[in-house]
Each structure stands twice: as structure tokens, then as C-alpha cells.
């Protein structure tokens, strides 16, 4: 079973504009992470961002994590059509080993 | 190579055939991650090794699903009498534990099965 939901399913813009997809989760975590997936490959991490972190820049992303409403957003400014791709979220829980838990995904279109 | 490697990248099965999904993590990885991925869906859980223990087999289907790590490096995930429902790309990933606190997976690109 899935553990986050990723909003929207999907979403299309043009080069230049800002993208921003939105995760929610169910149980406690210790960290969530964000993963890009190009079409036919195997997913790439982008960026982590710990339960006791509000907010993490990487380049043109920035990741916020809201624990007490159970959700974090992605942002990716100036988007290209290199960016076009599916993002996932994906939840380590507190405690015990680090099981890796993804949710459903957003794909991302950005147009020339 | 420094990546995860995964072999065959396809395949096809006829049903009730068995297959064997291969997986070479970066080196030194102590964690390995199986997952399946239906299409338009996130990779779902299969199974979790920390070097040659399976600690965690809880997302396998069935027991026609069968993993190993033997020596803590190399993985086969294995599958007997496939179903068409078994049709999915075949994930595979590890990571380095940092003191037990987390870190990245590192994903191959995957086997695509096809049962017919």
C-alpha cells in the first residue's frame, strides 16, 4: 500500500513558470525524501528533508515538511523541459529500520 | 560502474514460467530494497535485506516470490509460475546506513517483466 498521496496527479506548464506538487502522509516519520522518475528509468533522489526540518533548499528546489498536518510540498522554479518527469514523495518511518514508503506521484509536463 | 546495475532490463515470460531478476548495488551498500512498479502507479514495497538478512519480506505478493542475498551483495529476486498480474517493472535499490540515521536510495533502472 501506497503511504503518501502526491497532489496533483498531474500537472502541465510552460518553461519558466513554477511547479509545485504537494505530498500527505498517514504515519510518523523520521524523514521524507523526494524522487524524480524520467520515463523508462529507475528513480533518482533529489532532496531530503528531516522531521525536525521545516524547509530545504537545493538549487532550484525547495521542499517544505509540515509534520503536524502530515504533508510537504515540492517547488521547482523556472522550470525546463528537462524537469518534465514523474515526482514521487517518499516517508521513512520513526523508529526501526528505514523502510522506504512511496506515494502515487505527479507527473510533471513542462512545455518548450 | 558506480550505480546500481539490474539484469535483464526485459523480459518475457510466458505464465507459469519461472524468472530470476538480478540486482548488483553499489558497492559497500549495506541496505537493498526490492520494489514493484505497476504502470502509473509508485514503486511498491517488496522486501528489505541489511547485507545477507532479509529483515523485512512483508510486501511479497505470494510465495511464488522468493528473494536472496547470500553474500551481502548481489541480489536475485525470483519469481515462480508467473501471472500476467505479475507484470511490472521490478526496482531495485541501496543505501548506505549512516549511523542509523537515513539516507538516499539509489535506484537501477529496472527489470520490465511481461508475462503472456
Known amino acids: 500500500s501506497q503511504q503518501g498521496e502526491e497532489d496533483p496527479q498531474a500537472l502541465s506548464i510552460q518553461e519558466g513558470e513554477n511547479a509545485t506538487m504537494n505530498c500527505s502522509y498517514k504515519?510518523?516519520?523520521?524523514?521524507l525524501q523526494w524522487y524524480r522518475q524520467n520515463s523508462g528509468r529507475g528513480l533518482v533522489h533529489l532532496i531530503l528533508?528531516?522531521?525536525?526540518?521545516r524547509e530545504k533548499h537545493s538549487g532550484r528546489l525547495r521542499v517544505t515538511l509540515d509534520t503536524s498536518k502530515k504533508s510537504s510540498s515540492l517547488l521547482i522554479t523556472a522550470s525546463r523541459a528537462a524537469d518534465t518527469a514523474s515526482y514521487f514523495c517518499?516517508?521513512?518511518?520513526?523508529?526501526?529500520?528505514?523502510?522506504?514508503?512511496f506515494g502515487t506521484g505527479t507527473k510533471l509536463q513542462v512545455i518548450p | 560502474g558506480a550505480g546500481v546495475s539490474q539484469s535483464p532490463r526485459y523480459k518475457v515470460a510466458k505464465r507459469g514460467q519461472d524468472v530470476a531478476l538480478r540486482c548488483d548495488p553499489i558497492s559497500g551498500h549495506v541496505s537493498l530494497f526490492w520494489y514493484q512498479q505497476a504502470l502509473g502507479q509508485g514503486p511498491e514495497f517488496l522486501t528489505y535485506?541489511?547485507?545477507?538478512?532479509?529483515?523485512?519480506k512483508s510486501g511479497l505478493p505470494s510465495d511464488r516470490f522468493f528473494a536472496e542475498r547470500p553474500e551481502g551483495s548481489v541480489s536475485t529476486l525470483k519469481i515462480q509460475r508467473t501471472q500476467q498480474e505479475d507484470s511490472a517493472v521490478y526496482l531495485c535499490a541501496s543505501s548506505s546506513l549512516d549511523g542509523g540515521q537515513s539516507s538516499p536510495l539509489h535506484f537501477g533502472n529496472g527489470t520490465r517483466l511481461t508475462v503472456t
Open positions: 535485506f541489511q547485507n545477507e538478512a532479509q529483515l523485512d
Open positions: 528533508i528531516r522531521s525536525n526540518e
Open positions: 517518499a516517508t521513512g518511518p520513526s523508529g526501526g529500520y528505514q523502510k522506504v514508503t
Open positions: 504515519t510518523s516519520i523520521n524523514n
